[in-house]
């Protein structure tokens, strides 16, 4: 699903591109592609944190499914707008995920740095199946060749933030996602 962005009332946004109604939405159909990928199977979620905690969190209550979950940190971003370089493992996996269903679950594809390592991570630890599910697509700035097997929504190259995802872990409280005015794409004091 792709979206344009609309007015927001927010002060530190220049825009709304995907409002509450249209994440929830989005949300109860992705929840819907799980249970037809996995009927009543068990699979193993692995979010990636911080900015996949509030789409993780709604997603699953979308399934009736057996999950178990685990949490897997990165660092890539750190307090900047544009990813620096290859991502970091900061906390790793808990769970054996060999001969698992495995769904690993984040906020933004752009780079595909992150995914495409964390990814590769699990798929070494043999489990019978790894999907991804982002909310986010940001084709535009795809740097490695990776493609998710479920999105919520395509966007254009904007920095966003909300529903998770952060500038310098400010915003991530925001309902909506939204385009971080280019005055606020610095550094608080």
Do not use: W
């Not at 927001?8 to 409002?19: E, G, N």
């Not at 998770?164 to 610095?186: C, H, M, T, W």
């Amino acid at each position: 699903m792709t979206v344009t962005p609309s007015p927001t009332s927010h002060p530190d946004l220049a825009s709304i591109l995907v409002t509450e109604d249209q994440i929830r939405t989005r949300v109860k159909e992705l929840g819907r592609s799980l249970k037809e990928i996995y009927g009543h199977e068990e699979f193993t979620v692995i979010s990636i944190m911080n900015g996949a905690i509030l789409f993780t969190a709604d997603l699953l209550r979308e399934v009736d499914n057996p999950v178990r979950l685990d949490c897997i940190r990165t660092t890539s971003y750190g307090s900047a707008t544009m990813s620096k370089g290859t991502p970091k493992l900061v906390h790793g996996l808990t769970l054996d995920l060999a001969g698992r269903h495995v769904l690993i679950v984040d906020d933004i594809l752009d780079t595909g740095k992150t995914l495409s390592l964390i990814a590769g991570m699990i798929r070494g630890m043999k489990p019978t199946s790894v999907r991804v599910c982002v909310l986010l697509d940001k084709k535009g700035r795809r740097q490695v060749p990776f493609e998710a097997d479920l999105v919520g929504f395509d966007i254009p190259d904007m920095f966003v933030v909300g529903y998770g995802l952060d500038f310098a872990e400010r915003y991530r409280n925001l309902p909506s996602i939204g385009v971080l005015k280019p005055e606020r794409q610095e550094l608080p004091a």
